[in-house]
Structure formats: C-alpha cells, structure tokens
C-alpha cells in the first residue's frame, strides 16, 4: 500500500480522521471534579468503576500488538498514536474519579489490567474484533451513564460512550480498507464473518478484555442492552462484509453461505490468494 501513496496528505484516511477527533475532543477539566456526589457514591458503584477501569487498562499491550502487525501501515498506525492517547484518558478519567471518592489503585493492578491474550495472526480479524469491542465499550458506557445517577460519573461514561462509538467507525474505516487492499477481498470478508459468528455465538472463546467487562457487568446492563449491541454488531459486520444478516442468531447461517459461496466460486476461478498459498507452499 506504501508504494502506492503518492500524496500521503490527500490519499490516507489519518488526516481526516484526525480532524473528526480533534473536533469531538474533551479535556480533563471540562469534567466538573468539584461537584461529585458523594451521597451518591456506594461501594457498589465504586466496584462497578473498578470493573471498568480494570478492562480499561489493555491499550498498551493492544497497541504494542498492533504497531507490530501494522508496522508497514503509514496510515492506521497514526491514527493509533491518536487512539492511545483516547484510550489512556478513559481509565485516567475513571482513576481520578475513583481517587476523588478515596480509592486507591495500585501499580500491580494498572500492570495486571495490562495482561492481553494474544488472539490472531489474521489482520481483518484483529481489526473486526476491535470494530466489535468498540461497540460493545459504547454501548457499555451509554448503559452506564443513562443508570447511575451519581453526576460527574454520569458525564464521565457518556463522554467515553461518545469516544468509544467514534473509534468503531475508525477501526471500520482500517478494516474495509485491509480488506479492499487484500490480495483476496472475499477471503478476509469470510474472516470479518467468522470472527462476528465467533463473538455472537457465545462468550466463551473470547478473551477480549471488553467482552470480559461486559461479562462482569452483564447483571448490570440487562437483557435489552446486551441485544441491542448483538444486533449493532451484524449490522456494522453484514455492511464489512456485503451482506444483509437480518437477526444475530443468523450469523452462522450467512457466514456458512458465504463460505460455501466463495468455496464454489474459488473452484471456478482461483483466486489470487489460493494462487500465493499455493505458491507458498511450493
Ligand atoms: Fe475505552
Ligand atoms: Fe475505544
């Protein structure tokens, strides 16, 4: 893709990402610290924060993760420059909140929070996972803020909520870029589809500290939060991948029809990316 980039200013997407953040930004002091309610805050909440915080604390070894895999990207790997800076706000903002009302978290826990499991070698998938547990943190945050009454928490996860949704869409962007770039396109969009049947068939393969979080929290978020993000999810991937999943429980069905589709289609015209396996393995 590098090679191909003759303007870096007009061609890459970071630019204009970029101005869609600067724009959407808030500070740390646009929080009003000074009117926390503390009559408000219960040991409930304050484990609730925690929870978040704790699954909040990913972004370095995610980032370390993907400038490794990305390293040739001049274009995602400087929105994630950007990305990071977001991300580490999100636990910052929760920390002091949690400091305000008393709580002290220790160096041992910012560097367990740190712990990731590393997941794929596939980029799309890697990307589409991140697609997906951005929408899941903004939905979380949206839950969250619309319960608790407490106001300057209440501020806190909305602003996240709003960060959080704006990523997905950055994310996406990389992804539908990954894939149209790919030597096979319909190969990575089996890939996208795969790893959504992955998240919406049940938790347990997942590893993904969001989806641990919303896992902590599920109690917390209800029944109607947790379907409203499944079918946000098959949207946003059914639109990655160019194809309509009505419902979320269809997933498997659509992945498997696609599957078996670009199977058939691969018999009668091998693609470019069978063409390099099979040079590969040469
Ligand atoms: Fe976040
Ligand atoms: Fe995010």
């Known amino acids: 893709m590098t090679a191909q980039v003759r303007d870096i200013f007009n061609d890459l997407s970071y630019y204009s990402l970029f101005d869609v953040a600067e724009k959407a930004r808030w500070l740390m002091r646009d929080v009003d610290w000074e009117h926390i309610d503390k009559s408000m805050v219960t040991p409930a909440l304050i484990e609730m924060v925690k929870t978040i915080t704790f699954g ?164 917390i978020l209800g029944d109607t939060v947790i379907k409203k993000i499944r079918k946000q999810i098959v949207s946003r991937i059914g639109k990655l991948a160019g194809v309509d999943i009505p419902e979320p429980e269809q997933i498997y069905a659509v992945y498997s029809q696609f599957k078996a589709d670009y199977r058939a289609k691969r018999k009668t015209t091998p693609s470019k990316h069978a063409d390099m396996a099979a040079a590969a393995a040469m």
């Open 56 to 219: 909040e604390l990913t972004t370095y070894s995610a980032t370390r993760s993907f400038m490794e895999m990305f390293e040739d990207d001049i274009d995602f790997t400087q929105w994630l420059a950007v990305w990071l800076y977001e991300e580490t706000k999100h636990p910052h903002a929760l920390t002091k909140w949690l400091a305000m009302n008393g709580v002290q978290l220790s160096g041992q826990y910012l560097m367990e929070g740190r712990t990731i499991t590393p997941m794929t070698k596939s980029r799309t998938e890697m990307l589409t996972f991140n697609v997906i547990s951005e929408i899941v943190a903004g939905n979380m945050y949206l839950a969250t803020s619309e319960s608790v009454s407490e106001p300057v928490l209440k501020d806190i996860t909305a602003k996240l909520a709003k960060d959080e949704m704006r990523h997905s869409v950055g994310f996406e962007n990389y992804t539908r870029r990954t894939i149209a770039e790919a030597a096979d396109p319909d190969y990575e969009k089996t890939i996208v589809l795969r790893s959504a049947w992955v998240f919406l068939q049940g938790d347990q393969f997942i590893n993904h500290p969001v989806f641990e979080t919303v896992r902590n929290l599920n109690a």
